[in-house]
């Protein structure tokens, strides 16, 4: 995918994710071949007002690049103001968040509250794309706001008329929730529609899922949010089946802990102690989903006091697993819990 400032090739796009694509996540995801990743979503008006954990959340190294940064934001102002600021650190995209449906962020009309007002929302991307310069400005949408309210192929029209790099669409309504199932026939639609590149997301958990969609509809490239959490081999498995049609198949068990262990390390190096043993929780448990015994390995994880004590686990885990130690899991079921519920070890 050939952009104004830079050519992504066919690699494959990390989505922004508030509490998860940080820099430890995303350097792992470009590590294993991810090829433009983007930070959570950054308020534009915290950006212009210097606030600090504004400055944090989008704070990225300059070997991070192609990096993409993520704008909340509904005024044309703080948006170009935002867009000013940033150009000082040199992202490669900016983006524009018109599909969070999460109602701290809709009640402010933020978000996807934006598909309600189409030609406000291409104000605001004009007001990006005026002072953006060489950076690609995206637009990432859903489908509208609810079925009754689909308006992808206007949205689409006139982020391009508004002069966006490329749009991404999440195959899903506001009103979707993860179990429903995405509709990818609308990329489709969208491809038809506008001329720039078209990047598709929704429920993209395999290095298949991901062929089917680009072969089913055209899209340009695509991005992938939960399907890259504790699992950064989707992008090299996919890049390699694109390039040879052979998948490697799922990785191993010390591939598995070597991902976990390295991001955990990465983790320490970011954060203070706390933080880092916090923020590794997640993601630790997230790498294990797939084999069994992941509840008690979660549990255990969980009370680890420092980033050395879940890497012990870690070490205990593997051990245990290869002499099958544990019952088996029903792993359909951790699979759907996980896939409504990230956070799935929670839910008991
Ligand atoms: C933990 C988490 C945090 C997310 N945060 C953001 C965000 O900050 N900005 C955004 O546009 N979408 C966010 N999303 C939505 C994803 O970017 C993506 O559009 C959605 O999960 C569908 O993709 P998937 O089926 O690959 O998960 C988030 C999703 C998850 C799971």
Known sequence: MKLKNFDLGNKLIVAPMADV?????????????????????????????????????????????????????????????????????????????????????????????????????????????????????????????????????????????????????????????YKEDPDWEWLRKVKDTVKIPVVGNGSLFTPQDIKRMIAETGIDSVMIARGALGNPFIFNRYNKYYETGEDSGEPTIEEVAEAAIKHSKLLAREYSDVIATIKARKNIVWYFKNLDGVMVFASKIMRAKNIEEQIEIIHEHIENLKQNFYSKDDRELIDQKFKERVLFWLDE
């Open 21 to 177: 694509s940080d820099a430890p996540f995303r350097k792992i995801s470009k590590e294993y071949g991810a090829g433009l990743t983007y930070t959570p979503m950054v308020s534009a008006k915290g950006i212009v007002e210097n606030d600090f954990h504004a400055l944090q959340l989008f704070s990225f190294g300059r070997d991070e690049k192609p990096i993409g940064v993520q704008l909340l934001g509904n005024s044309p102002d703080y948006l170009a103001g935002a867009v000013q600021e940033l150009k000082n650190y040199k992202p490669d995209v900016i983006d524009i968040n018109c599909g969070c449906p999460v109602d701290k962020v809709t009640k402010h009309n933020l978000g996807a509250q934006l598909l309600d007002d189409p030609i406000y929302m291409g104000k605001l991307i004009e007001s990006m794309v005026k002072v953006a310069g060489d950076i690609s400005i995206s637009v990432k949408l859903r489908l509208g706001k609810s079925d009754g309210k689909i308006n992808i192929l206007e949205t689409s029209k006139i982020a391009q008329e508004s002069g966006a790099s490329f749009i991404i669409v999440h195959t899903r309504t506001k009103n979707k929730k």
